[in-house]
């Protein structure tokens, strides 16, 4: 006597979208654990059981989503600068309004961004355990510093064609951008020194940087 196979049931769209949903969630309640555990412990004194228990999940969930902590630091880090970044980003996309006004409002946005405690710790960290874990710096460079200076790079080439800048070489005007934002302040909220980091010292340091950077690279280096 031959069995009848049964016929496989497939998922309807709305419980795929709500598998979707949970496994995203799951996502983001790892995150935000590990988010917590590298700016407490820093990256070689986490663990992955330790993750696991800030994050409300059991170390089986934790691998099925990441495969170490590489991998999960990236991930990590790659989310929070998606969102740290989205203001310099949007900026960025701007074409039409003057061009110093849009330095100004980059250079500001910048700024603030390296002064964020999240932005502050992961730097510490990352050059303070780069030497040991070069997949610290690699993720850095990919989804932070290295992601902004591509976006720039883009921004003031348009500008440059469109004869409101006059740059060469657009990667490395943007790097010298950025350089210039680290002045003043950010510096030394690195090396946890006194320094007024205040609204107006930001406001003030940024119309410094942009009014710099068009000296440079205005149109005819005016």
Sequence with gaps: ????????TQNTPDETSASVC?????????????EKVFLASGYEGASMSQIAREAGVSKGTLYNHFDGKASLFSAFFEERSKTKLAAIEAISREDGQNVHIVLRRLTESAIKMMLNPTSMDLYRIIVGEAGKFPNLADAFWRYGFGRTLHNLADWLRRRSDAGELHIEDPEFAAEQLMILCQARIVHRRRLMLQVDDSPEAISLLASRTADSFMKMYGPRHQ
Excluded: H, Y
């Design 1 to 8: 006597m031959t069995s009848t196979p049964v016929p496989r």
């Design 22 to 34: 949970q496994l995203r969630a799951k996502r983001e309640q790892i995150l935000q654990g590990a």
